[in-house]
């Protein structure tokens, strides 16, 4: 098969996909919306868990990282970390953190990280769906 013939297959079967990726994030698709609000002191301990361990172990359970932030005003500032996570589905989102707090390494990971006391004082979570009218994210 010549390469111009392969790409535009390949360009064919991905504009395809994507509208089946569409078409089933608007029916099935959430995100989750969650707030971590840490102890003093303890946010940068929080995010090197994220970046070295948490994201990794998030993928391997299907739990697909949307984006990150921390706020740059206070109260907030430097003691919270707000993220999106994006889920196939609500039953999907409840069955990848199952698999995530039973997992041997996170057990590992976590209990590592909050050796000199704990990162999180609390933990807000709240699912969403995307509007029709939201850019695609």
């Known amino acids: 098969m010549q390469r111009r ?3 535009k297959a390949l360009g064919a079967g991905t504009a395809l ?3 089946f ?13 969650r707030v971590y609000h840490t102890y003093e002191g303890k946010l ?4 090197k868990r994220f ?26 500032k430097d003691r919270t970390l707000f993220y999106i996570l994006r889920h196939p589905s609500r039953e999907a989102a409840t069955a990848n953190w199952a698999a995530f707090r039973a997992d041997p390494e996170w057990k ?3 209990a590592a990280s909050e050796a000199n006391g704990k990162l999180v004082e609390k933990v ?3 699912f969403l769906r995307l509007t029709d009218f939201s850019p695609k994210i």
């Open 5 to 7: 013939t392969l790409l």
């Open 17 to 19: 996909l994507s509208s």
């Open 51 to 76: 970046r070295e361990h948490t994201m990794e172990i998030f993928r391997r359970h299907g739990i697909e990282s949307v984006a990150y932030w921390t706020p740059t005003d206070e109260p907030l």
């Open 44 to 47: 940068a301990d929080l995010e």
């Open 21 to 33: 990726d569409a078409a089933a994030e608007s029916t099935e698709t959430v995100y989750e919306l």
């Open 124 to 126: 807000e979570s709240t």
């Open 108 to 110: 590992q990971v976590s």
